[in-house]
């Protein structure tokens, strides 16, 4: 999905919806208990006859959900641009501000935008599933939890934060020399994960940013559109 852009992301799901009767023969054979989940809307239908109990998995954090993907957050094909810039009714935090910049990404241009696409798909998910999950923890998005869970009227089940393993692998020696320099602790690691790519403006402004505060720093970053590699885009004279 990360390698998909926002308007042909409706495409993943067709392409998915015509995976059912393949995933309908595979569960009627295997008879599971519980099928997790994220983006077939049909899937509890196909578990229900079966006996199974369907869990909507998220990687996505409930904060996002609760302001952007609940039912009190009317989508609509005729929607003005102000109406995202508020948070849905009962929504849990008084803080939260959307910027007048990102209503378009919010907000559907059209009756087929994929956005409103998304929107369906998504909410359809969580209205027709057994339980929801979250991959977090009470400690950090518990108020957005309950919110989403009384949304939906819908139990929430909590997977924490999975770490990964300890790799076994050694380090680049170019790498490892140059970490071994500083004392543990003391070096700014920023990622944005596979599915953000930024602007060349914004990509160049951040690097610079970390640059201005004279600290060693590592950055991982996807190439912004039209370049094919970190190197290509980074600001003239930058080290």
């Known amino acids: ?12 799901g067709v392409a998915m919806d015509k995976t059912q009767p393949q995933v309908e023969t595979i569960l009627a054979t295997l008879k599971p208990d519980i099928v997790f989940f994220d983006f077939a809307t049909w899937l509890p239908a196909i578990t229900r006859p079966l006996g199974a109990k ?3 998995f998220s990687v996505i954090n409930a904060a996002t959900y609760a302001l952007f993907l609940v039912p009190a957050r009317k989508m609509a094909p005729d929607m003005n641009l102000e109406e995202p810039l508020q948070p849905p009714p009962g929504h849990p935090s008084s803080n939260v501000v959307i910027r007048a910049k990102d209503a378009p990404y919010i907000a559907p241009a059209n ?3 994929p956005i409103l696409s998304i929107f369906k798909r998504v909410t359809g998910c969580f209205q027709e599933c057994d339980a929801i999950a979250f991959r977090s923890c009470q ?9 989403v869970s009384q949304q939906y009227s819908k139990p929430v089940l909590l997977m924490r934060h999975l770490l990964p393993k300890t790799s076994a692998s050694q380090l680049e020696e170019k790498y ?3 970490l071994n320099k500083f004392k543990p602790g003391s070096i700014v690691y920023c990622a944005f994960g596979c599915q953000i790519t930024l602007d ?4 160049q402004e951040l690097v610079l940013g970390f640059e201005l505060r004279g600290l060693p720093f590592l950055v991982a970053l996807k190439p912004p559109e039209g370049f094919s ?7 003239e004279g930058f080290e």
């Open 200 to 203: 060349l403006k914004q990509l």
């Open 229 to 235: 590699t970190i190197e290509e885009a980074l600001p």
């Open 139 to 147: 400690e950090m998005e518990r108020v957005y939890f309950d919110y």
């Open 111 to 113: 009756s087929v935008s």
């Open 54 to 56: 369907s869990i909507c």
């Open 1 to 12: 999905m990360s390698d998909i852009p926002l308007s042909l992301q409706g495409l993943l």
């Open 176 to 178: 490892d020399k140059w």
